[in-house]
């Protein structure tokens, strides 16, 4: 991965902290200009857009913000050219940089393309690594386990293991990306990759081999790292993704997607336990109980009443998908009890693998893994009343699902643990994205993060979107939560749709609107005669969705949050984006009540500080898929009526691009009317 005909990383200083390379006092500006300015390397091919000030002046911010090793909160309109903006400066003068991305496919992207290009425009004789965690990488041990084993359940996971065993003797990666014949969900991955919990670590005999630590060795040494959000902050929570070792050299520090950090940091600090992990934990225990200590215990009696424990847990709620926070479970609830035992049991099991760890390595990794479990369930703490205790600091929930039954210990707050992240060494934090403020206010991400009085800026769209677009809330849609919204949302889209010639994302606020939307318009098309071929997520994977919809170039997409954000549809196979109500998130979920109690006991506004603010952000996502491209031109039609009826509505439209705005259908019939000729 690593070129090694490049410059090494930029070296510590005697010290031990980095170094970074002096920036030209100056000349970074200068150098920015030069870059993207009309003719230069890197200038955008279309003339109106050459040269785009919005990129050149984010560069030049974010070179200063690497000089003065401070931090800065960057939010870039869609078109900004924002990716390029921080490449430069990093790659220039970043000195050793870890770059964190939302997905692993914008990683790949990062990595594949944009950086290449951009290092080929400067020159710039800097080594590149890309470090996924350890899942996408195939392991040595397991993947000659699996054929050894033959644990195949279906005859599409012995082809794709064939695939696989071919993969390993050609890749010099083994990142799964690379194999394309083998889909990224398949069953079979989990078999040929390894955990925290199952790596066999130093004690491996592939270790000199394994792809985990070659990519790892890659990264130390090169001068930029492409991670994601994931793997950073699982590595600041678990310590074993390889950022840890990462850190200490690294001098610069840059977040792309930010405004996706809240949600990935809270689910990486919180802790959760599953009666799935302890049912997985009992069947590793029992195989290897079995192969190296066969003559000791009775293997068999010593997991079964850990799984009966773990499955009456399961069973005290009776729903199949439910969340509840701890001050909604009943107290006369079997749940406590049910609880205890597990305690109990675990703690038996755990004995039991205390006398037996010397006889196998691997029976002492299932005693880890059942400690930490247990570690896990105390965080379930009772007081002297038998009463769990809830803390200031973290929220307790539970939710259900159907064979399973997760245990939530959820952090109120992540500033304080993120503060501490970004507190020693002094290096630069870029956070950037297209949607990190409400109405150019950076207050809720800036609170969110822990990054309050660190500068921020806004850089707008170069597109024009009062000629580009049009903002559409129909007329006469009733409130969201009356029955038959969803219909009245289809009945009032169906003209637009025909009008559009498809071309139409249906983006959904929940999958069982998905599910609706998709059966109604599914009909309707039938019954009117419309040829628009329709795409619903959870039919086809997400990649394959979209290579679909653009190649049908008249389809129709409905989906949910997964198609909220990072999908980038350019010309004409979308020009209508449709979204059925504004994305508040679900008021039964125990993380948001919590955290907007302790607001209101603060004196805030838990609804005008909190839960407008996310969905402000997220519906900026959402809108943002339709113009992609100076040349785009499309409708976005929203249809809650609360955008127009609410006080808050106009604070919701105003942090919206400008596009046009109307509430007449026939506006939007006309936009996409062809423009007439008025040649003789």
Not at 200 to 212: L, N, S
Request: charged letters at 25%; proline letters at 6%; a negative charge.
């Amino acid at each position: 991965m690593t070129d090694p005909q490049l410059a090494p990383a930029v070296p510590p200083d005697a010290d031990g902290e980095p170094s970074v390379p002096a920036l030209p006092e100056g000349k970074h500006d200068a150098e920015v200009d030069r870059l993207f300015s009309a003719g230069g390397p890197l200038a955008p091919s279309v003339g109106s857009f050459s040269p785009r000030r919005s990129q050149t002046e984010m560069a030049k911010s974010i070179a200063q913000a690497i000089a003065d090793q401070s931090t800065l909160i960057a939010e870039a309109g869609t078109g900004t050219g924002k990716t390029f903006a921080y490449l430069v400066p990093a790659l220039l003068w970043g000195g050793k940089t870890i770059i964190s991305t939302g997905t692993k496919n914008l990683q790949d992207q990062l990595f594949l393309r944009d950086i290449p290009t951009v290092r080929a425009a400067l020159k710039a004789p800097v080594s590149v690594a890309l470090l996924k965690g350890r899942s996408n990488y195939v392991c040595h041990y397991h993947l000659e386990r699996t054929l050894q084993n033959g644990r195949m359940t279906s005859r599409d996971d012995v082809g794709n293991l064939r695939e696989i065993s071919r993969f390993i003797k050609m890749t010099s990666s083994g990142d799964k990306a690379e194999l394309a014949k083998v889909p990224e969900n398949a069953q079979i991955w989990n078999l040929v990759t390894s955990t925290r919990d199952t790596c066999m670590g130093a004690e491996c005999q592939y270790y000199q081999d394994c792809f985990v630590m070659k990519a790892r060795r890659e990264a130390q040494q090169a001068d930029v790292v492409v991670v994601n959000h994931h793997l950073f902050f699982a590595d600041v929570a678990l310590k074993d993704t390889g950022v840890a070792e990462l850190l200490p050299s690294a001098n610069t520090i840059i977040f792309d997607e930010a405004h996706q950090l809240p949600d990935t940091a809270t689910l990486f600090f919180g802790q959760t336990v599953s009666t799935s992990q302890i049912l997985e934990l009992c069947r590793d225990v029992l195989a290897e109980g079995l192969s190296h200590a066969r003559g000791g215990p009775d293997w068999a009696k010593v997991v079964m009443v850990v799984e009966k424990a773990a499955r009456d847990l399961r069973l005290t709620f009776p729903q199949d998908i439910m969340r509840l926070s701890l001050a909604q479970i009943m107290p006369s609830s079997e749940f406590f009890p049910a609880l205890n035992t597990l305690k109990e049991k675990l703690a038996e099991m755990i004995t039991v693998l205390e006398d037996q760890a010397a006889r196998a390595e691997t029976i002492e990794q299932v005693r880890v893994r059942a400690v930490e479990l247990a570690a896990s369930l105390d965080g379930w703490k009772q007081d002297g009343k038998g009463k769990l205790v809830e803390g200031d600091q973290a929220v307790l929930w539970v939710e259900a699902f159907s064979s399973s039954l997760q245990l939530h210990k959820t952090p109120l707050s992540i500033a304080p643990i993120f503060n501490n992240q970004r507190e020693g060494t002094p290096r630069s934090w870029i956070f950037t994205s297209a949607t990190l403020a409400v109405k150019n206010d950076f207050k809720h991400f800036s609170n969110q993060m822990g990054l309050t009085g660190e500068p921020s800026k806004t850089w707008p769209s170069p597109f024009n979107y009062e000629q580009q677009g049009l903002l559409y809330v129909p007329n006469g849609l009733p409130e969201p939560n009356s029955f038959g919204y969803t219909d009245a949302v289809i009945d009032s889209a169906l003209p637009v749709i025909e009008a559009a010639g498809g071309r139409t994302f249906f983006l959904c606020t929940t999958i069982r609107a998905v599910k609706q939307v998709s059966e109604r318009l599914r009909d309707e098309f039938a019954k009117r005669g419309l040829d628009f071929p329709l795409f619903v997520q959870g039919e086809r994977g997400r990649t394959e969705l979209l290579d679909s919809f653009r190649k049908a170039g008249n389809g129709v997409l409905v989906g949910s949050q997964s198609f909220w954000e990072g999908v980038d549809v350019r010309g004409d196979a979308l020009s209508l984006v449709i979204i059925d109500k504004l994305p508040f998130a679900p008021p039964d979920d125990p993380v948001l009540a919590a955290r907007i109690d302790v607001m209101e006991k603060q004196g805030l506004n838990g609804f005008m500080h909190h839960t407008l603010p996310e969905a402000i952000i997220n519906l900026k996502q959402g809108a943002g898929r339709l113009i992609r491209d100076e040349t785009d031109r499309g409708v976005l039609m929203i249809c809650d009526p609360r955008l127009i009826s609410k006080s808050y509505g106009k604070r919701v439209w105003q942090s919206l691009p400008s596009f046009k705005r109307t509430r007449l259908q026939e506006d939007v019939i006309a936009f996409f009317k062809p423009p007439q000729d008025t040649r003789d």
